[in-house]
């Protein structure tokens, strides 16, 4: 069992390059999420899925899309990186709203 | 807007002593809240989830307690430990039919505990 995975673990992109990020869990759980992490930001909330198929926005949106095509993935995809999307970004997932949320290990991307 | 504040930014102990985090929230409309940990460079793990309904929960030398009708929370740890040194986060997930389990966090408290 291993949890909630990330791949890659580091990422170095130049302005207006493209890279998928990619989560996986295997607890068979309906909701997932991405986050990224900033320094005096705090964690802040890009995209979810409450489901197969679906997603929608969070707080941060804007430069990220999002796809679900089967329940164990989730991918975050950055079409023309900026360097404002320097970050560290989390994957992260849980049964439903009642139960504990758990998080991958994190992916460090600097946009130069 | 739920905002979530944490409660020192930052604390430095001596090795064995007592000590309490503290963590608010602005909206009581919550399912639960969960206390995490982070140490540099890694994810965040869990460490205590408190549905809206508890109190309290234990899991060995920390214990958290929840009010949610003044909106507070706080972690103890007993007898600190070096390797209990860490960023601690409180996270809450807000009720309401759009909320789907989202967390909104609080800025944190980075723990150092001195040998």
């Known amino acids: 069992n291993a949890g909630v995975t990330q791949t890659p673990k580091f990422r170095v992109l130049k302005t207006g390059q493209s890279m998928t990020l990619l989560c996986a869990q295997d607890?068979?759980?309906?909701?997932m999420y991405w986050y990224r992490q900033d320094p005096g930001m705090g964690l802040r909330l890009i995209h979810y899925?409450?489901?197969?198929?679906?997603?929608a926005k969070g707080e941060v949106p804007d430069g990220y899309n999002v796809s679900r095509l089967k329940k164990q993935n989730f991918l975050l995809g950055l079409e023309s990186a900026a360097p404002s999307q320097t970050s560290v970004y989390f994957c992260?997932?849980?049964?439903?709203?009642?139960?504990?949320?758990?998080f991958g290990p994190g992916t460090r991307l600097t946009v130069t | 807007k739920q905002e979530v504040t944490q409660i020192p930014a930052a604390l430095s102990v001596p090795e064995g002593e007592n000590l309490v985090l503290n963590c608010s929230f602005t909206?009581?409309?919550?399912?639960?809240l969960q206390w995490f940990r982070q140490d540099p460079g890694k994810g965040l793990t869990s460490l205590l989830l408190?549905?809206?309904?508890?109190r309290e929960q234990t899991s060995g030398r920390l214990n958290a307690s929840l009010d949610k009708s003044s909106g507070r929370s706080t972690l103890y740890i007993a007898a600190s430990q070096p390797g209990d040194s860490a960023t601690y986060l409180c996270?809450?997930?807000?009720?309401?039919?759009?909320?789907?389990?989202?967390?909104?966090f609080g800025q944190g408290t980075i723990l150092t505990v001195h040998p």
């Open positions: 992260a997932s849980r049964w439903d709203r009642v139960h504990e949320q758990y």
């Open positions: 607890m068979n759980h309906e909701y």
């Open positions: 899925s409450v489901g197969e198929g679906t997603t």
């Open positions: 909206d009581s409309a919550i399912y639960n």
């Open positions: 408190i549905q809206s309904s508890q």
């Open positions: 996270a809450v997930t807000n009720a309401g039919g759009t909320s789907y389990g989202k967390l909104t």
